[in-house]
């Protein structure tokens, strides 16, 4: 007896709450979610929702929990079996596999949980822009104390920890590179930036990411071609060496930001007994999340 389809064991709850305070996609799921919720409880299939609908949504999400520019890649890289969103028609669903047997009362409570991960997000990032407030008005030899808050922020990398770890490496890199004579610049991730770059330098640009996805490399790697890159990882394996090409310069992962480049900085303000290098790279993140929360309150 020939045996039918295996169902997909995740539900879309599985998969939403690994992307728990990460506002583009919370805000193209949560327009989504509300759809599939009606069409259950009227009891009729749902066909999804069309682009200027999420669109519509997710500038009304931004307005709550923080802004973000729209763009369509953030449908478009949801889309497929390895994502959690399906074309139909004209229109944009979340795939039929992981909503068998999901119930309006599942997606209510999901809701809410996914909400209040968005709060939760935007409160994280106060508290942080407080405890650096606090750290970088340490007496100067309150080296340690600066090294640890770095180490600690750069292993927040699950959740809206995304831009914790794009901005601590940013600094650490900028601060690392300043010494040299070199200069390195980071885009703001309030607007959406399709080209790929999160940090520009001189001859090359810097993606940064805290998905540690095969599939996200390959997505970088297709953005801004013909450029040279460094890939800036929580971690770099042989999968992902495979994938780099000529363009890829080199690779950055977790351990080379605290075993090199904070070491490196952390040994020269050890040196002077003064926190020089560990006191600009906290000021430079401390202005970068300030300049976050501007943008947001400029274009709310």
Known sequence: MAKGPAKDKKTIGDVLRRH?????????????LAEHRRAIAAGTVCDGLPEREIVKVFRDFAKKYGHSDYHPTYIQRRLGHRGYLELNGSKYRFRSALMIDVTTRQ?????????????????????????LEHTV??????????????GSYLDQ??????????????????????TFGFSLQRFSTTHANDGGMDFVAGEAIYQVTADESASKVRRDLAKSPGTKRVLVRPTVNEEIIRLCDA???????????????????????????????????LQIALDEFRRENKAESETA
């Not at 305070?21 to 327009?31: H, M, N, W």
């Not at 997000?121 to 407080?130: G, K, P």
Request: hydrophobic fraction near 45%; charge should be neutral.
């Open 247 to 281: 363009e890829v310069l080199e690779t950055i992962e977790l351990k080379d930001l605290l075993d090199h480049f904070i070491a490196w900085l952390l040994a020269r303000d050890n040196r002077s007994q003064k926190s020089r290098h560990l006191q600009q790279v």
């Open 20 to 32: 728990a305070g990460q506002r583009t996609v919370l805000y193209v799921a949560l327009a989504i």
């Open 107 to 131: 997606l209510d409570e999901l809701r809410d949980e996914l909400i209040l991960s968005l709060k939760t997000a935007f409160e994280r990032r106060q508290a942080v822009i407080r405890q």
């Open 137 to 150: 008005n340490l007496p100067q030899d309150k080296i340690q104390e600066r090294r640890d808050l770095v």
């Open 157 to 178: 990398i699950v959740g809206n920890g995304g831009e914790m770890f794009e901005v601590v490496s940013f600094a650490v890199l900028r601060e690392y590179f300043r």
